[in-house]
């Protein structure tokens, strides 16, 4: 292990170290050492504040494998991602948690990223997310509130905020969800960065579950790409990520129409548009006057939410153009 590419030099150039020549050079007779002995061998370098490798750029020419570090750090947790790899697949990743003794391998990383099902709360859905070929079930919390000045905040944590702006667009054109004069925030659990087309549809449901305060089955994921006309459109992978989970006790998936996978034990709801998601997803009224219920929660609290009148005044004050619900 090399630690760090940087503060190693060879006497014979006059450069300083961590200069152009002296990583170049050093970093070539490394490879040579390596290739010769048959060892692994692990350099360390530096970074920028935007992320990326500081230094000259032929030192990623020169290695097979780029691995970086990510994740916030006030969270516990590490994730490891190959952005070059001779050898194997790009894109794919390492998750680990911080402890006493140094990193710790996560076996399962979607409990990692999966919050308490056994918490009742609006504005929640739960994706899976594809990193390579590693699915990662990811729970999404949305919270909607009018705005406090004229122009309403969107804020996306762990996700991209232009893709919240579109989504946001298209519910409100294609839906008729009146969001144009709310506060919206958005984060995806644990701080993981989620940038796939294939969570559009959760952060739909989530947005507008916080919207009419109403709670999500924790036991359905969501997952399909939404189109600028409100198509749920088809995502790679389905199989694995309906696996997936399978295995950690969801029962129904709601997926786009013309994508079959193979019986996994689901319940599986294909569906064509975004407001058909809705449909299927978010209960059209509470239950027992105010409180919500559900099958999978009769020995839990009941839990309340808005009263009625309180939202019927303030879709009042938003002046909706269409009520779906």
């Known amino acids: 292990i090399i630690d760090s590419i940087q503060t190693i030099y060879f006497a014979s150039l006059t450069s300083a170290p961590?200069?152009?020549?002296?990583?170049?050079?050093?970093?070539?007779?490394?490879m040579q050492v390596a290739k010769r002995e048959n060892i692994t061998l692990l350099i360390v370098g530096h970074v920028t504040k935007d992320g990326s490798i500081a230094g000259p750029r032929v030192l990623e020419h020169l290695v097979d494998t780029v691995l970086f570090f990510e994740g916030d750090r006030f969270a516990s947790h590490r994730l490891l991602r190959?952005?070059?790899?001779?050898?194997g697949a790009t894109h794919e990743i390492g998750v680990f948690e911080m402890v006493a003794h140094g990193l710790r391998e996560v076996a399962n990383p979607s409990e990692l990223f999966l919050g308490s099902r056994d918490e009742v709360v609006s504005g929640t859905s739960t994706i899976v997310a594809c990193e390579g070929t590693r699915p990662i079930v990811v729970e999404l919390q949305a919270l909607v509130s009018p705005a406090s000045f004229g122009s309403p905040r969107r804020s996306a944590t762990g996700l991209d905020s232009n893709r919240l702006q579109q989504i946001l667009a298209v519910l409100e054109k294609r839906v008729g969800v009146p969001l144009s004069k709310l506060d919206t925030y958005l984060a995806s659990v644990g701080g993981i960065k989620v940038e796939e087309p294939a969570a559009d549809l959760g952060i739909a449901i989530a947005v507008v579950a916080g919207f009419r305060d109403r709670v999500v089955d924790p036991h359905t994921v969501l997952i399909g790409e939404v189109g600028l006309g409100g198509q749920v459109r088809q995502v790679s992978q389905l199989e694995l990520r309906l696996r997936e989970a399978a295995k950690l006790g969801f029962r129904r998936a709601i997926i786009p129409k013309g994508q079959m996978p193979p019986d996994l034990g689901l319940d599986i709801i294909p569906v064509p548009k975004v407001l058909d998601a809705i449909i299927e997803a978010i209960p059209a009224q509470p239950n027992n006057g105010g409180s919500i219920s559900s099958p999978d929660l009769e020995d839990r609290p009941q839990v309340d939410i808005l009263p009625q009148s309180r939202q019927d005044e303030l879709e009042d004050e938003l002046e909706p153009e269409t009520d779906i619900f």
């Open 18 to 30: 961590g200069s152009v020549a002296q990583v170049r050079e050093c970093t070539s007779a490394l």
């Open 82 to 87: 190959s952005m070059k790899n001779r050898f």
